[in-house]
């Protein structure tokens, strides 16, 4: 049964940095899949990012340079460091794993999935709040 448990968020200032975890279990997290989404309070789930098995990520715009997404592979866990943060990064954040990539059309390449209907197996979720 896979499990995925995220880390506690966390409260910072403008500007600050959090780093989340998920640690993932029942299965080989290596091979899989897996990404980062975010839930504000009145707004939908959107993702924020996504690593395939080769360790390469794809960024939704508004985290791009600001956020980073890794894997240890060994630990079976997943980060995201968060820089620069600003308050309408405040969200839940989930963790989310899938046993492979959904390549999606956009701007007329394709690339990996940011759709949470892609991604079959989700963690509990973790506050982050930021404020000015």
């Known amino acids: 049964q896979v499990q995925l448990v995220e880390s506690r968020g966390g409260s910072v200032q403008s500007g600050g940095s959090l780093r989340l975890s998920c640690a993932a279990s029942?299965?080989?997290?290596?091979?899989?899949?897996m990404a980062w989404f975010r839930q504000a309070p009145g707004k939908e789930r959107e993702g924020v990012a996504v690593i395939g098995s080769d360790g390469s990520g794809r960024y939704a715009d508004s985290v791009e340079g600001r956020f980073t997404i890794s894997r240890d592979n060994a630990k079976n866990t997943l980060y995201l460091q968060m820089n620069s943060l600003k308050p309408e990064d405040t969200a839940m954040y989930y963790c989310?794993?899938?046993?492979?990539?959904?390549?999606?059309?956009?701007?007329?390449?394709?690339?990996?999935?940011?759709?949470?209907?892609?991604?079959?197996?989700w963690g509990q979720g973790t506050q982050v709040t930021v404020s000015s």
């Open positions: 989310a794993a899938a046993q492979r990539c959904t390549l999606r059309s956009s701007g007329g390449l394709y690339r990996r999935s940011l759709q949470s209907a892609d991604f079959p197996f």
């Open positions: 029942g299965y080989t997290a290596s091979s899989y899949c």
